[in-house]
C-alpha cells in the first residue's frame, strides 16, 4: 500500500510506478483511495469514475481545495522510475514526476499528517487532464458532484517550480480564411490569388504589440500568433482558398468573447472570414482573498503570472480563487527524461505544511 506518513518524495516514486495513461488510472485510483480510507481520520472519501475525493468536516471558518490529476501522457521508455545524482543535483526521473505525481504526492502527504489545520480539507484526485477537455474528470465532477469543489481556496498541483503561479491566461484559436478565384498559374493575371490576400494578415501578425497586463501584482504578457497556414491545389494553379489558423494567448481581465472582438479589431478592414475553432476564457488570480493572501505569504512573496491554461480556470468560473503551485518543473513535463528536484518535493510539502501552521496559528 502506498505510505502516505512516509516521505513524500518515495511516495512520488511509488506513485510514479503505478502506470496511469490517460483513460487508464483505475489501478491508480484504486491505490490512492484504499491508503486515504487506511490512513487518514476524519474525511468523507468517494469514488467517481477513476477520480477520489476526500473532505473533512470539522466545521472550520474556510476550506482549501488541493486538486491534482492522476493521469499521466503516455510512457516514453521512462518506468519504473529512478533516482540519480547529477550535474543539476538529486533528481527523480520518471514519467509523471514534474506533471504531477510529486504534487499528487504531497497533497496526499498533508492530508494525512496535517492533524489540526485550521480550515477544512478537500481533496480533488482526478483522471483524464491530459487528454481532450470533453473527458476530463474534474469537469465530470463539476456536473455530478459540484458541491464537492465548494471552497475558499484551491490549490491545483501544476508543476510550477516551487512558485506560485496565480490564474491562467485564456486561450483563443480562430481560423481566418481568404477566397479568390482559381485560375492556370501561366495566367495568372485571370484569377484572385487567396493565398496572396493572406499577406496583410500576417503583416498585421508580425507587426502587432501584445498588452502586458498586471493584476495582483502578476504580469500577463499576451501574445497573438500564426500557428498553421494552409492552402493551394497544385504547383501550376492559382488558389481560390487559404487560411491562416491564429492563437491568442489573452490575460485574465479579458472575456473570450472580448478576445475574439479584439481579434477582429486587429485584422479590420481585411477582406478575409474569421472563425472560432476553440477558446476557454482565462482565472483571474484572487490573490486579495484573505485565504490566498496567507497562501503567498507563506511562500515568500514567490508570484508569478501562469502562462498558459490549466485546470484553475475551472475554479475561477465558480468564484473561487486557484492558485498553480507544484515542485516540478514545467518545463520537463511530458519529456522523455521528465525529473524532479527530490529537494523541490521537500520544500513544497514544507511550504504548505507551514501555511495550514500558519492559519493555525502555529
Known amino acids: ?57 470539522r466545521n472550520l471558518p474556510s476550506r482549501v481545495l488541493l486538486a491534482g490529476h492522476l493521469d499521466t501522457v503516455p510512457a516514453a521508455d521512462n518506468l519504473p522510475s529512478h ?5 543539476e543535483g538529486d533528481m527523480l526521473y520518471g514519467c509523471g514526476t514534474s506533471d504531477m505525481k ?30 481532450d477537455a470533453a473527458a476530463n474528470g474534474l469537469g465530470r465532477i463539476e456536473r455530478e ?62 507587426a502587432y504589440q501584445a498588452r502586458t497586463v498586471d493584476i495582483d501584482g502578476c504580469q500577463y504578457r499576451e501574445g497573438l500568433s500564426a500557428v498553421r497556414v494552409d492552402g493551394g491545389v497544385a504547383g501550376n494553379v492559382i488558389p ?8 491568442y494567448r489573452f490575460a485574465p481581465d479579458r472575456s473570450l468573447a472580448e478576445a475574439l472582438q479584439h481579434v477582429h479589431d486587429v485584422l479590420d478592414g481585411i477582406d478575409v472570414r474569421i472563425e472560432q475553432t476553440d477558446g476557454a476564457a ?35 468560473a465558480l468564484g473561487i480563487p486557484a492558485v498553480n503551485f507544484g515542485p516540478g518543473d514545467p518545463n520537463l513535463a511530458h519529456t522523455r527524461d521528465e525529473r524532479v528536484p527530490v529537494a523541490a518535493i521537500t520544500a513544497a510539502a514544507d511550504m504548505l505544511r507551514g501555511y495550514l501552521a500558519v492559519l493555525a496559528g502555529g
Open 1 to 57: 500500500m502506498l505510505d502516505l506518513h512516509g516521505d513524500p518524495i518515495a511516495l512520488t516514486a511509488a506513485l510514479v510506478d503505478i502506470p496511469s495513461e490517460s483513460r487508464d488510472e483505475a489501478r491508480i485510483a484504486a491505490e490512492v483511495e484504499a491508503a486515504l480510507r487506511a490512513q487518514t481520520t476524519g474525511f468523507e472519501i468517494v469514488r467517481n469514475g477513476n477520480a477520489v475525493l476526500a473532505r473533512t468536516r
Open 145 to 206: 458532484l459540484p458541491d464537492w469543489l465548494a471552497a475558499d481556496v484551491a490549490i491545483l498541483g501544476e508543476p510550477t517550480g516551487g512558485y506560485i503561479e496565480a490564474g491562467c491566461q485564456g486561450t483563443l484559436r480562430v481560423v481566418v480564411s481568404a477566397n479568390g478565384t482559381r485560375a492556370h498559374s501561366a495566367r495568372s493575371w485571370l484569377g484572385d490569388n487567396a493565398i496572396h490576400k493572406l499577406g496583410t494578415v500576417l503583416e498585421r501578425l508580425a
Open 83 to 87: 533516482r540519480s545524482a547529477d550535474a
Open 240 to 247: 481560390d482558398a487559404a487560411s491562416v489558423t491564429v492563437n
Open 102 to 131: 510529486s504534487g499528487d504526492a504531497v497533497f496526499l502527504h498533508l492530508a494525512a499528517t496535517v492533524a489540526e489545520p485550521a480550515h477544512d480539507l478537500t481533496l480533488v484526485l482526478y483522471d483524464c487532464e491530459e487528454i
Open 282 to 316: 482565462g482565472a483571474l488570480p484572487g490573490l486579495s482573498q484573505p485565504a490566498a493572501k496567507a497562501l503567498v505569504e507563506a511562500a515568500g512573496g514567490q508570484v508569478r503570472a501562469k502562462y498558459g491554461w490549466t485546470d484553475v480556470s475551472r475554479f475561477a
